[in-house]
């Protein structure tokens, strides 16, 4: 049995606020019950806003339902064909390997090694030092946790980012609208990226106006465009799951669901590079129309 109270505004964004800058759940309960909520209240909202950052949906609402089951991710099979040989366009792409949980799929032979070449002289001047959102301003920084060189393509930028989008397209079964720019990245001896998801948290304004405007985030494809001489491991620590760089090849993982929630094993990180260089280009791809916040 479940019974429905309310669930102040207030008090819901405190809590975001506390768990963004990384304030313990148990913390956060043990000073709403010091402020004389009851116990059980206490643990509800946190556990309600809690939730809704482990599987990137929307915050709560002015009410909670107490008692009701426990959210979990259902997976759902990738949308990419069967088989060992995928057809793509003029291209013959080989399956590697299949993942359930995160629903993932390996490739060889994605990208000819002269369309590898092509993107990285077509990055390396004009990479600057990686930005991510800050989860409490929701403005662009410096990653201090990622430590690697960025830039992004324009959608159908030049006919090789858009022959590559198609291909993403009929991989996927995504439309190419979907898709955000291009990012390309590129680490060098030391450089990782932390582990994180990649689908947006409803904790901070910049996620809530994104969402609102392109959808939320269902599925990466990577792209390593170089091979790597140690570490830089695509590596999933819910699974203990490691994919390592390989030129040409591409993996794909879809984290979206039907039920709008988001695969909190789809967790992952960029172990840190050994030795030499390691590029990668990312395609994230939304559950509509990507819209950049500069164009809505
Ligand atoms: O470099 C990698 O292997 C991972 C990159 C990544 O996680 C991202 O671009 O979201
Ligand atoms: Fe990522």
């Known amino acids: 049995m479940s019974i429905t109270v309310s669930f102040p505004a207030e008090v819901r964004d405190w809590i975001a606020q506390n768990l963004t800058r990384g304030v313990a759940p148990q913390a ?7 402020r004389k909520n009851a116990v059980e209240l206490a643990s509800a909202m946190v556990n309600a806003v809690a939730s809704s950052f482990l599987y990137g949906t929307p915050l709560p609402g002015e009410t909670l339902e107490i008692g009701a089951a426990p959210v979990a991710y259902e997976p759902e099979p990738l949308r990419v064909p069967d088989g060992p040989l995928i057809r793509l366009g003029e291209r013959k792409t080989r399956v590697i390997s299949r993942m359930q949980r995160p629903a993932a799929v390996l490739l060889d032979d994605f990208l000819s090694a002269n369309e590898c070449e092509q993107l ?9 030092r990686s930005t ?9 920084v410096v990653a201090g946790h990622r430590s690697s060189d960025g830039m992004f393509f324009r959608l159908g930028e030049t006919p090789l980012i858009a022959r590559l989008e198609a291909r993403i397209a009929e991989l996927t079964g995504l ?8 990012q390309l ?28 405007r392109s959808g939320q985030r269902v ?16 590596m999933f620590p819910q699974t203990g799951w ?5 030129r040409g090849q591409a993996l794909y993982f879809e984290y979206g669901n039907r039920f709008g929630l988001a695969d909190p094993s789809s967790l992952h990180t960029s172990t840190p590079l050994r030795a030499g260089e390691k590029w990668v280009a990312t395609k994230w791809i939304r559950t509509r129309r990507f819209v950049p916040r500069d164009q809505a």
């Open 28 to 34: 956060i309960v043990r000073e709403l019950v010091d």
């Open 120 to 128: 990285i002289a077509l990055a390396r001047p004009r990479l600057s």
């Open 132 to 140: 991510v959102v800050d989860p409490v301003t929701g403005r662009n």
């Open 175 to 182: 439309p190419v609208e979907n898709g955000e720019g291009l």
């Open 185 to 212: 990245l590129h680490y060098e001896a030391g450089a990782e990226s932390t582990p994180h998801v990649d689908y947006l948290i409803a904790g901070n304004p910049a996620n809530r106006e994104s969402i609102a």
């Open 219 to 234: 599925g990466t494809l990577l792209m390593y465009l170089n091979d790597v001489e140690g570490g830089g491991e695509t």
């Open 242 to 246: 490691s994919v390592v760089p390989r």
